[in-house]
């Protein structure tokens, strides 16, 4: 499937082989160098390739801005490869974090892994799961706590979803991951720890999501 990418790039000889390499195997690219750009064309592309050093504006202020208005699959492609700026990467709701210089083929397969989750995210699924006060509503991707919207990102919600569609019962932690990050969840285990807190921290409801020791989590109570 041709897929739309906005490349981010400020370095023009990387922009240009990618987008060489990328229309090569039938993806159309546009190609901006500056971050106020990517938030004036992202809304036209199916993918965005985020470099995080930007000549106008960081990279993961121009990430924040863009999850702020739209689901648009991200992919952070970056030469920073500190733990800090992947986790704040992923918490901001980068899809995938790559740190440079990235094989084309390992990109490729992580694109296709992105557009695919965003496909399934767009399917309307239309359960809502009540688990004591807490209200999740897979179509409307919305989750409740005691009445209030706790606000989950793209990640945290998706983590919770798989959680939830079988409640009370063992998922193991390959399987979340699988479901979740599909072909690249070898490279992004840890995320699913900083993940997992956050979404402990919004639930607020202790006990509620429990860690299995040596398996994985299960969503509801004994």
Same mark, same amino acid.
């Given at each position: 499937?041709?897929?739309?990418? +906005? /490349?981010?790039?400020? %370095? @023009?000889? !990387?922009?240009? *082989?990618l #987008?060489?390499?990328?229309? =090569?195997?039938?993806?159309?690219v546009?190609?901006?160098?500056?971050?106020?750009?990517?938030?004036?064309?992202?809304?036209?592309?199916?993918?965005?390739?985020?470099?995080?050093?930007?000549?106008d504006l960081?990279?993961?202020?121009?990430?924040?801005?863009?999850?702020?208005?739209?689901?648009?699959?991200?992919?952070?492609?970056t030469?920073?490869?500190?733990?800090?700026?992947?986790v704040?990467?992923?918490?901001?709701?980068?899809?995938?974090?790559?740190?440079?210089?990235?094989?084309?083929?390992? +990109? /490729?397969?992580?694109? %296709? @892994?992105? !557009?695919?989750? *965003?496909? #399934?995210?767009?399917?309307? =699924?239309?359960?809502?799961?009540r688990?004591?006060?807490?209200?999740?509503?897979?179509?409307?991707?919305?989750?409740?706590?005691?009445?209030?919207?706790?606000?989950?990102?793209?990640?945290?919600?998706?983590?919770?979803?798989?959680?939830?569609?079988?409640?009370?019962?063992?998922?193991?932690?390959?399987?979340?991951?699988d479901?979740?990050?599909?072909?690249a969840?070898?490279?992004?285990?840890?995320?699913?720890?900083?993940?997992?807190?956050?979404?402990?921290?919004?639930?607020?409801?202790?006990? +509620? /999501?429990?860690?299995?020791?040596?398996?994985g989590y299960?969503?509801?109570?004994?």
């Amino acid at each position: 499937m041709a897929v739309r990418v +906005l /490349l981010v790039e400020d %370095d @023009a000889g !990387v922009a240009a *082989a990618l #987008a060489e390499s990328l229309h =090569a195997r039938g993806h159309p690219v546009t190609s901006v160098a500056r971050g106020a750009d990517a938030l004036h064309r992202h809304r036209a592309a199916d993918l965005v390739l985020l470099d995080l050093g930007l000549p106008d504006l960081d990279g993961l202020d121009v990430l924040r801005k863009i999850r702020a208005v739209s689901p648009v699959p991200v992919i952070v492609l970056t030469a920073r490869g500190d733990e800090r700026s992947v986790v704040r990467g992923l918490r901001l709701g980068a899809d995938d974090y790559l740190t440079k210089p990235v094989r084309l083929a390992e +990109l /490729l397969a992580r694109m %296709d @892994a992105v !557009v695919r989750r *965003a496909v #399934a995210r767009a399917t309307p =699924a239309g359960d809502v799961v009540r688990i004591e006060d807490v209200e999740i509503d897979l179509g409307a991707r919305r989750v409740l706590v005691a009445g209030h919207d706790i606000g989950l990102t793209t990640k945290e919600f998706e983590i919770l979803a798989v959680l939830a569609a079988r409640p009370g019962t063992a998922v193991s932690r390959q399987q979340l991951m699988d479901e979740v990050w599909g072909d690249a969840y070898l490279a992004v285990s840890r995320s699913l720890d900083v993940h997992l807190t956050g979404l402990r921290a919004k639930l607020d409801r202790p006990g +509620l /999501l429990t860690t299995i020791r040596g398996f994985g989590y299960r969503l509801g109570r004994d």
